[in-house]
């Protein structure tokens, strides 16, 4: 199945001379896009120092809901990091006035307003997969108007576990999830066909990132080479949205579930 992507080819911090038009088309229509060469190499080596800093001098400080680790004696089996916007003030910067800015706010046809930074990777020979989901559900956002920029630090293919998505079916709203236990992703949808027609692997390069909304479905497998997957992603939903109450209530009492019966609490990570 094609991929429909854009290059970029502009080299400043500036929105990049894409096609917008076109490249707004593609995202709404399929609910994603890829975006190649999104940043330069230059911006990847200083994202990667930048979270290579953040790991050695900010992680210990923090609580283990906000770093994820499979084995919290071991600094090599980090998995997730959560909101570092909130406890980094470069990355607070970066999140709130970096390139994706205005073209997100040109994606969702809407204010940005952030929802979180987070960093994944996917260890080597990593057994863990992420579960089919939409991150709408996790933001509980009335309307849903929302988006998110996964930018590749690593080469990124199938055998180190890439992301797939599956074509369009932003379109079909948001659909009921169920609690998963899967560190980092507590809720999934049990039921999605994987395999399916509209399934698309997205291989990339440091620098390339994928823009995708937050109703579309996505998910990835596990990883059969000794290669890491390392990414940063932007979360943002829509300026005129408010939140769900109910639903994020709902949300929260089952992630805190979920966090409890595998002993992860809010106690620092270097404790």
């Given at each position: 199945m094609q991929i429909v992507t854009v290059m970029s080819t502009q080299h400043d911090t500036a929105l990049p001379d894409f096609q917008l038009g076109s490249l707004r088309d593609t995202f709404e229509r399929d609910g994603f896009v890829i975006i190649r060469n999104l940043f330069r190499e230059?911006?990847?080596n200083e994202l990667r120092s930048q979270v290579d800093r953040y790991v050695r001098d900010v992680v210990p400080t923090l609580p283990k809901t906000a770093a994820f680790f499979d084995d919290y004696s071991k600094p090599e089996t980090l998995r997730k990091m959560q909101s570092l916007d909130k406890h980094d003030d470069w990355?607070?910067?970066?999140?709130?006035?970096?390139?994706?800015?205005?073209l997100l706010e040109y994606f969702i046809r809407d204010g940005f307003v952030p929802q979180g930074l987070e960093w994944f990777?996917?260890?080597p020979y990593d057994k863990n997969f992420t579960p089919a989901h939409q991150d709408g559900f996790y933001w509980c956002r009335k309307p849903m108007i929302g988006c998110s920029l996964w930018i590749a630090l690593d080469s990124v293919d199938e055998s180190n576990a890439c992301l797939y998505y599956a074509r369009g079916s932003h379109k079909l709203g948001i659909m009921p999830h169920v609690s998963s236990n899967v560190l980092g992703f507590s809720q999934g949808l049990p039921d999605w066909d994987m395999k399916g027609p509209d399934a698309v692997a997205c291989i990339m390069e440091p620098g390339d990132a994928i823009a995708h909304s937050a109703e579309v479905v996505h998910?990835?497998?596990?990883?059969t080479t000794d290669r890491s997957r390392r990414a940063l992603a932007t979360f943002c939903y829509g300026a005129s949205t408010v939140r769900d109450e109910v639903a994020f209530a709902?949300?929260?009492?089952?992630?805190?579930a979920q966090l409890a019966a595998q002993d992860i609490d809010g106690k620092p990570v270097g404790t």
């Amino acid at each position: 199945m094609q991929i429909v992507t854009v290059m970029s080819t502009q080299h400043d911090t500036a929105l990049p001379d894409f096609q917008l038009g076109s490249l707004r088309d593609t995202f709404e229509r399929d609910g994603f896009v890829i975006i190649r060469n999104l940043f330069r190499e230059d911006e990847v080596n200083e994202l990667r120092s930048q979270v290579d800093r953040y790991v050695r001098d900010v992680v210990p400080t923090l609580p283990k809901t906000a770093a994820f680790f499979d084995d919290y004696s071991k600094p090599e089996t980090l998995r997730k990091m959560q909101s570092l916007d909130k406890h980094d003030d470069w990355f607070k910067g970066f999140m709130s006035e970096g390139k994706h800015v205005p073209l997100l706010e040109y994606f969702i046809r809407d204010g940005f307003v952030p929802q979180g930074l987070e960093w994944f990777n996917k260890l080597p020979y990593d057994k863990n997969f992420t579960p089919a989901h939409q991150d709408g559900f996790y933001w509980c956002r009335k309307p849903m108007i929302g988006c998110s920029l996964w930018i590749a630090l690593d080469s990124v293919d199938e055998s180190n576990a890439c992301l797939y998505y599956a074509r369009g079916s932003h379109k079909l709203g948001i659909m009921p999830h169920v609690s998963s236990n899967v560190l980092g992703f507590s809720q999934g949808l049990p039921d999605w066909d994987m395999k399916g027609p509209d399934a698309v692997a997205c291989i990339m390069e440091p620098g390339d990132a994928i823009a995708h909304s937050a109703e579309v479905v996505h998910w990835s497998g596990v990883s059969t080479t000794d290669r890491s997957r390392r990414a940063l992603a932007t979360f943002c939903y829509g300026a005129s949205t408010v939140r769900d109450e109910v639903a994020f209530a709902r949300y929260k009492a089952s992630l805190q579930a979920q966090l409890a019966a595998q002993d992860i609490d809010g106690k620092p990570v270097g404790t």
